[in-house]
């Protein structure tokens, strides 16, 4: 017990929140960036344009199915090679919203085969052109369709950029990993607390997506 | 990139082991952890559904890392000698059996009540219907679901990178930093994980199609 309350000074709390909020920066602009990103990829990838659908169909199955932490390394260690060298928190922003868009390409892909096709033909019917049919009637009703997805996968992604502690990005894990590293009596209470915050800001947010389904239904 | 492989072969075979090693181990494990908070879940009894729900609620939303490297830092600590890949592998089968009891609850959901009720009516037990009947008409349903858990495991043994635990990933950070070739090492790894995930999910999504039709 005299250990938690040792490990809960304020300094190490205030260092530990210093690293929830390099987390939850990460967080907020990957999550923007991959939406917008992965919402045009998973349009264009539905759409159908000769040869470019299929090749970014192609280049997100194979995003996907490699390890976020490959992307990471790429980004950070990898590009410098190619000539750009970005820091670690572009190198980790840039990785995550890769590999999210690549996943939300999916998510909304799959939304809009769900959306009924006479949607389309009622829209196209009433003289709107087939973008606007799309931006409209479709993407609109694909989007409140996959809500609950779409929020699970951002809850992936905050729990995602915890990887970057590899790379030393300054976050959650990476300040109490710090903390625990001066005193090995802290290992616990530092678990238990970042565990902690992780799990209030991921909770908060499921229970946010049900809401929001709930009300969106 | 040829280089690296001819070069690199023994790395890179070991590494495909351990990757794969660890995830059937924790999609095992993981199953059998997973089935049985799932069957807390719709049990009548309210405690044991509250206990499967915090289990479920509290894995699902705390980083896999975080798991994986506090049994890595912890065990050695205060209960056991274990290495980097044992504790990797626990932490792995903790973190998916939160997801795979969601899954398996969501099928046991999605059989018919009636199917229960006729087999208790039967002269079955509660267990005996539910291992007899119920629990194998939703392991049929949730085939592709669990599939998908199991490329999402082979993606994420990468965590035992951070604890030693000799798989793909570490392999692909030694062998970058041997051959002083870090493109092309990220790149021959890459090639080495789409060859296992990318052939499954295109599987699991024909199977998917196929058991929506």
Known sequence: MQNFIQAYSWVNIRFLLEGLWVTVEVSVVSIIASFIIGSILGVLRYVKIKYLSAVIGFVVDMVRNLPLILIIFFTYFGLPHLGFKPGILFATILAMTIFESAMLAEIVRSGILAVDYGQMEGARANGMTYVQALWHIIFPQAIKKTIPTIVSQFISLIKDTSLATIIVLPELLNHAQIIYGQNTAYIIPMFVMIALMYFVICYALSVLSRILDKKLA | MIYIVTHYWSELVQGIGYTLLSSVIALVFSTIIGTMFAIFEVLPNKAMRVIGRVYIEIFRNIPLLVIAMFFYVIIPLYVAKIDGFTAGTIGLTIYTSSFIAETVRAGIQSVDPGQMEGARANGMTYWQAMSKIVLPQAFKIIIPPLGNQFINLVKNSSVLAFVAGFDLMYQANSI???????????????????????????????????LAN
């Open chain 2, 176 to 210: 970058a930093s041997l051959s002083l070739d870090t493109i092309n090492s990220y790149m021959v790894v890459g090639v080495f994980y789409l060859v296992i995930t990318l052939p499954l999910s295109y599987y699991m999504r024909h199977l998917e199609k196929r």
